[in-house]
Nanobody, 124 residues
Framework: QVQLVESGGGLVQAGDSLRLSCAAS????????VGWFRQAPGKEREFVAA????????IIADSVKGRFTISRDNAKNTVSLQMNSLKPEDTAVYYC?????????????????WGQGTQVTVSS
């Protein structure tokens, strides 16, 4: 099992930056990838970004490409999501998730463990 705890959410203005952090514990050595998803009220959970735990390859959703970056620190078992040029449409609860096996990291159903989420609110 892998346990995940997100932090760093908050209320910011459009154009501001925010950095989310995801701290992993437990069987982190078994993680294939860690992803970030978000869910706005009344909408489905949306893929944002993911990073391979070994090797560090990343994939970023088109909706945030050029504004968001994902990185990891294997020694600290953390994954960060740097969010720049935030827009009101980025408002959502952001979740990090861990996938233990191979497979497409863009789909929420493929993940094995989830954090509790952190709220990001961007005012216009």
């Amino acid at each position: 099992q892998v346990q995940l705890v997100e932090s760093g959410g908050g209320l910011v203005q459009a154009g501001d930056s925010l950095r989310l952090s995801c701290a992993a514990s437990g069987r982190t050595y078994s993680m294939y990838a860690v992803g970030w998803f978000r869910q706005a009220p009344g909408k489905e959970r949306e893929f944002v970004a993911a990073i391979r735990w070994s090797g560090g390859a990343t994939i970023i959703a088109d909706s945030v490409k050029g504004r968001f970056t994902i990185s990891r620190d294997n020694a600290k078992n953390t994954v960060s999501l740097q969010m720049n040029s935030l827009k009101p449409e980025d408002t959502a609860v952001y979740y990090c998730a861990a996938r233990l096996g191979l497979g497409d990291v863009r789909y929420a159903n493929n993940y094995d463990s989830w954090g509790q989420g952190t709220q990001v609110t961007v005012s216009s």
